[in-house]
Nanobody, 119 residues
Framework: EVQLVESGGGLVQAGGSLRLSCAAS????????IGWFRQAPGKEREGVAC????????YYTDSVKGRFTITSDSAKNTVYLQMNSLKPEDTAVYYC????????????WGQGTRVTVSS
């Protein structure tokens, strides 16, 4: 079965760093778009970053540009989100999701990992 599992969340002070991991199983993600999303308390879910390894393309939402970096390791079937210079407003549950090349939506979702940034 297809599955995504996030890890790496935790509690960090403002200005600190965390690296989130998204491990894929049951499919090879190289051709998929793999996205990181987050949902903060009382707010709508938003896209944070995405990557298509085969195409070498990445995307970041404006609020994280210059601070977050999304990378992939095809040998490990894992996508990472390096988060630097964290701010309290980055506090959220972070989810990874996968979209097949010809799919119109992200169909595979992980269960999320919680990130809390204290001031």
């Amino acid at each position: 079965e297809v599955q995504l599992v996030e890890s790496g969340g935790g509690l960090v002070q403002a200005g600190g760093s965390l690296r989130l991991s998204c491990a894929a199983s049951g499919f090879t993600f190289d051709a998929y778009a793999i996205g990181w999303f987050r949902q903060a308390p009382g707010k709508e879910r938003e896209g944070v970053a995405c990557i298509v390894s085969r195409e070498g393309t990445t995307y970041y939402t404006d609020s994280v540009k210059g601070r977050f970096t999304i990378t992939s390791d095809s040998a490990k079937n894992t996508v990472y989100l390096q988060m630097n210079s964290l701010k309290p407003e980055d506090t959220a549950v972070y989810y990874c999701a996968a979209k097949a090349p010809q799919s119109e939506s992200y169909e595979i979702w992980g269960q999320g990992t919680r990130v809390t940034v204290s001031s």
